[in-house]
């Protein structure tokens, strides 16, 4: 059973920059998709970027230029830097975790470990 914390979320203006990161513990992240994903107010959560178990990168149509997913296996930590940040960022960031198929490393239906989440503010 691996667990998920995430931790780094909090209130930033406009064009600020953070970093989320998510530490794991129970397993080792080197064998799993690594996730994250985003829910804002009244929507449904979004994929946001995914760094899979084979080394490739991927991100959302909305997240690919300012966000930036990376990985330390010794630390067990999954990272989120997101730069130039916009009030439509805000929302609860969750991380995840899975080894599922590729093909679907952007669907939360195939997320197996969640954290708890963190919330991200950004004030215009």
């Known amino acids: 059973q691996v667990q998920l914390v995430e931790i780094g979320g909090g209130l930033v203006q406009a064009g600020g920059s953070l970093r989320l990161s998510c530490a794991a513990s129970?397993?080792?992240?080197?064998?799993?998709?690594m996730k994250w994903f985003r829910q804002g107010p009244g929507k449904e959560r979004e994929f946001v970027a995914a760094h899979s178990s084979k080394g490739g990168y991927y991100y959302g149509d909305s997240t690919i230029h300012r966000f930036d997913i990376s990985r330390d296996i010794a630390k067990n930590t999954v990272y989120l830097q997101i730069n130039d940040l916009k009030p439509e960022d805000t929302a609860v960031y969750y991380c995840?975790?899975?080894?599922?198929?590729?093909?679907?490393?952007?669907?939360?239906?195939?997320?197996?470990?969640w954290g708890q989440g963190t919330q991200v503010t950004v004030s215009s």
């Open positions: 129970g397993g080792t992240i080197e064998f799993y998709h």
């Open positions: 995840g975790a899975d080894a599922g198929p590729i093909p679907s490393i952007r669907d939360p239906r195939t997320v197996v470990y």
